[in-house]
T-cell receptor, first 110, second 114 residues
């Protein structure tokens, strides 16, 4: 059983659509991170959440600690948003030990 | 400021050989963690070092080892390479020690085992 479940695995959207990617986890965590990986391998950290909601430009991330669930939203999607989005959780009381979701491959069509 | 630097970027080895990968974190970051990424398994945690001490280790065989130096640079070593070790190896550094700091990833070292 995976400690971190992400959905959907693949997502194709038209430019301008509102996108939601979901992440559920089953372990106690100290924080949840949303990461973005472009073809070629480079990974960029988008958000770190321990509670509530964060917004950066067209990206919004929320977390519900009680329900062990987080969502990443992209408003007004653009082809440059095409990437793999990965949810990662750091286990409580273990420093920087992370479990990862399998990733959501997003393609935004012009 | 300079990002996380991993070397080498690409390497090809044969079964049974060993390999050493290097990671230089962002200046001031004392936490360095290593990950293996494969198409089948995704990203998996290997180990994490903080101030030269290994604090956590993932579920990998003893052939995978690492260390961190006093300048926070870290190396990981894989001995007796197997075909299944072919993967992208990523390291990340963080300013904080408890999982709540932003992670900065290197570009990775892509290892091919023939």
């Amino acid at each position: 059983k995976n400690e971190v479940e992400q959905s959907p695995q693949n997502l194709t959207a038209q430019e301008g659509e509102f996108i939601t990617i979901n992440c559920s986890y089953s372990v106690g965590i100290s924080a949840l991170h949303w990461l973005q990986q472009h073809p070629g391998g480079g990974i960029v950290s988008l958000f770190m959440l321990s509670s509530g909601k964060k917004k950066h430009g067209r990206l919004i991330a929320t977390i519900n600690i009680q329900e062990k669930h987080s969502s990443l939203h992209i408003t007004a999607s653009h082809p440059r948003d095409s990437a793999v989005y990965i949810c990662a959780v750091s286990l409580a009381n273990t420093g920087n030990q992370f479990y990862f979701g399998t990733g959501t491959s997003l393609t935004v069509i012009p | 400021k300079a990002g996380v630097t991993q070397t080498p970027r690409y390497l090809i080895k044969t079964r049974g050989q060993q390999v050493t990968l290097s990671c230089s974190p962002i200046s001031g970051h004392r936490s360095v963690s290593w990950y293996q990424q494969t198409p089948g398994q995704g990203l998996q945690f290997l180990f994490e070092y903080f101030s030269e001490t290994q604090r956590n280790k993932g579920n990998f065989p003893g052939r995978f080892s690492g260390r961190q130096f006093s300048n926070s640079r870290s190396e990981m070593n894989v001995s007796t390479l197997e075909l299944g070790d072919s993967a992208l190896y990523l390291c990340a550094s963080s300013l904080l020690s408890w999982g709540g700091g932003e992670l900065f990833f290197g570009e990775g070292s892509r290892l091919t085992v023939l």
